[in-house]
């Protein structure tokens, strides 16, 4: 199994919403990809971050069968349609892939 952790700082003002309007889109967005990609087999998104360094504002941690499984995720053309409303409304992106 892979994990992937995403973490994003968002602009305070982007596609005419405030970064809390933008972050509660993403995290809509980007659930509803459960039970509708093979070899996703878990995905969460949380706006409510108690604690990050260095600093975030939305984070995603999804689970894949294997790295093949999470190269698909990432191209399939629902996660890239997220990807597009991202890339609009986020002004930092790290990104971390495990194997468990």
């Known amino acids: 199994m892979v994990r992937h952790i995403v973490m994003w ?3 305070e003002e982007a596609e005419g919403a405030a970064a809390a309007d933008n972050a509660a889109v993403m995290k809509e967005k980007l659930e509803a990809l459960n039970g509708r990609i093979e070899g996703l087999t ?3 998104v949380s706006f409510d971050i108690v604690a990050a360094e260095p600093e975030c504002h939305v984070v995603l941690c999804s689970e894949h069968a294997d790295v093949e499984a999470l190269n698909f995720y990432q191209a399939h053309p629902e996660h890239q349609a997220c990807v597009s409303f991202v890339k609009k409304v986020a002004a930092t992106r790290k990104v971390l892939d495990y194997v468990v």
């Open 9 to 11: 700082t968002l602009k």
């Open 42 to 44: 878990r995905l969460e």
